[in-house]
């Protein structure tokens, strides 16, 4: 775990369906950003990704169970183990297809017991317990692209919301989409209508209580693709906190 000093953060202002303004970032989440562990080329991207505002806002505290669809190299994975501590863990869930033994590896490490990631095929959902947190960051738009493994993302939301507790947060993160965008301008262009995403997770029973701004970014038109050199960094994204109505998680 880091034990670092460092300054709060602020978070800018969200655009909320019932006028909630969330919190500076907390120091737990502070100092796991500013753990010096972490890879140099992560560090070198935060400017973009603003990781401390992303994981105030969904709300990662000491001690939570979570659930990471698709940690990848680990970028927020490294992160969320130090938040959530050795009372806490964190499940990744990779797809099979994607997984790659030496990016898995470099996250569970000997700093990282928290940790576990599973490769199962896409679209899986499957925790040893329930979740205060499910969590997944610029790819929910891959669940609808079938060279990945078709995918029925509507029973995928359905089992992440078995998988939580009551009360429990579902955060997605994604990259905006022109409106009217299909399945196959999503696979063109990487990119997921913010509609569509709050249509299809409320389907299931979730209720949207906060939407995040600070990685929105009107510069961008929407049209390329996420990777296109042009906008690749600097893409207009939005962040969704989603929970399963039941009362507050329970610890």
Known sequence: MVRLSVALFSVAAAVVPAAMVYAAVPDYVAAAVADTSRPDADRATDVNRKPAETMAF????????VGEFYPGGGYFTRMLS????PKGHVYGMENLRWDDPKSDKAVIDATKGNVSIEAAAFGTVRFPQPLDLAWVTQNYHDLK?????VVDTVAFDRGVFNALKPGGVFFVLDHEAPPGTDTA?????HRIEKALVIKEVTSVGFKLVDEGTFLR?????HTLPIFDKKVQGQT???ALKFVKP??????
């Not at 692209?145 to 493994?149: C, L, N």
């Open 58 to 65: 969904a709300g990662v505290k000491p001690g939570m169970i």
């Open 217 to 221: 970014r009107p510069s961008d038109d």
């Open 246 to 251: 039941g009362g507050p998680i329970k610890r």
């Open 236 to 238: 207009d994204q939005y």
């Open 185 to 189: 301008g999503i696979e063109k262009l």
């Open 145 to 149: 692209i079938a060279k990945y493994g």
């Open 82 to 85: 130090d938040v959530v501590g």
